[in-house]
């Protein structure tokens, strides 16, 4: 009788670790976001019962770093340990130094007009010392924010202060800009000469990083065409586009021809693809005759 009573205690015990090992496993959820501070990313970072291994490098200059779920699953599963995500992004802010809100606010409106036309949403804007500071020692006299950094998300700039005894200090800040922009993306695969319309493109809402050329804008579509093959999904730029083409090859076109104050017409028959502007050759039926014409409109011509 007491050996089964301690084979159903053991039952009951074993039955208590499994149930405590599948709760234990159920918890490892991965969050969206952590907080790091050196500039290596730890297994304790997440989980701080974990053994200690490293995860990811992240530069001095960095301080929102983000990391594939299925990187950081696979690297815990390498140590045995199981988790899980709901969020195909893990991000990981590093522990800020005391902020400096006055600069924070200074710096803001930079983004909120140069992006104005992409619709920037700002989540934050971090600014903290580069060094140890005690910036109540000293009387805060200007910075120096140069528009080349209105186009990066991080980075550092100088602000000059004055001392107790009246010198001037120049002192340097990092700034970390958290915001997403709007942006276009091509919605079909794209081929030379295709106009980007409405049907052609779809508004994507993408993480700022750095922007160092011109996007497309909504007022450009169904303005112009695609200069080259574009894959399904693709960034659109402005040096992407060249002007819709309103004449292909084959088509009729009217003919304009200004002789001594007189304006003459005849039709012809295009021999290229033309945009507005653009110098294209047409043929007379009539005569066989060819001549260089400039696009006015769509099916309109003039010899020049």
């Known amino acids: 009788m007491l050996m089964k009573f301690f084979r159903f205690h053991l039952l009951i015990c074993a039955f208590m670790v499994i149930l405590w090992a599948e709760q234990e496993s159920s918890e ?11 500039n290596v990313i730890t297994s304790q970072d997440i989980l701080k019962d ?7 490098k992240v530069a001095n200059s960095v301080n929102l770093y983000r990391a594939k779920s299925s990187d950081i699953v696979d690297k815990f599963k390498e140590h045995g340990i199981i988790v899980k995500s709901r969020s195909n992004i893990i991000e990981f802010l590093r522990v800020q130094k005391e902020r400096v809100p006055f600069l924070e606010e200074k710096i803001a409106p930079f983004y909120l007009e140069k992006f104005k036309k992409n619709h920037i949403l700002i989540q934050d804007v971090i600014v903290t010392p580069v060094s140890s500071v005690e910036l109540e020692d000293f009387v805060f006299q200007e910075y120096q924010f140069p528009e080349k950094l209105h186009s990066r998300s991080s980075g550092t700039f100088p602000a000059i202060f004055l001392t107790k005894e009246g010198e001037r200090r120049k002192i340097y800040f990092r700034f970390q800009i958290e915001a997403t922009i709007e942006a276009l993306v091509s919605a079909v695969k794209l081929k030379s000469g295709d106009v980007v319309g409405l049907r052609e493109v779809e508004i994507s809402r993408i993480p700022f990083e750095r922007v160092t050329r011109e996007w497309m804008e909504r007022k450009d579509v169904g303005l112009y065409s695609i200069r080259s ?3 399904k999904g693709s960034l659109l730029l402005k040096s992407d586009l060249v002007p819709k083409v309103v004449i292909r090859r084959g ?9 001594g104050g007189v304006m003459l017409s005849f039709d012809g028959i295009a021999q290229q693809d033309g945009a507005v502007g653009k110098s294209i050759r047409i043929k007379n039926p009539r005569t066989n005759k060819s001549y ?3 696009v006015i409109s769509e099916g ?4 020049k």
């Not at 309109?300 to 010899?303: H, W």
């Open 251 to 259: 088509d009729p076109v009217f003919v304009q021809v200004s002789e």
């Open 292 to 294: 260089d014409v400039r």
């Open 50 to 56: 974990a053994p200690l291994f490293p995860l990811f």
């Open 300 to 303: 309109k011509v003039e010899i």
């Open 229 to 231: 093959y574009t894959n």
């Open 28 to 38: 490892q959820l991965l969050q969206r976001r952590y907080d790091f501070k050196d």
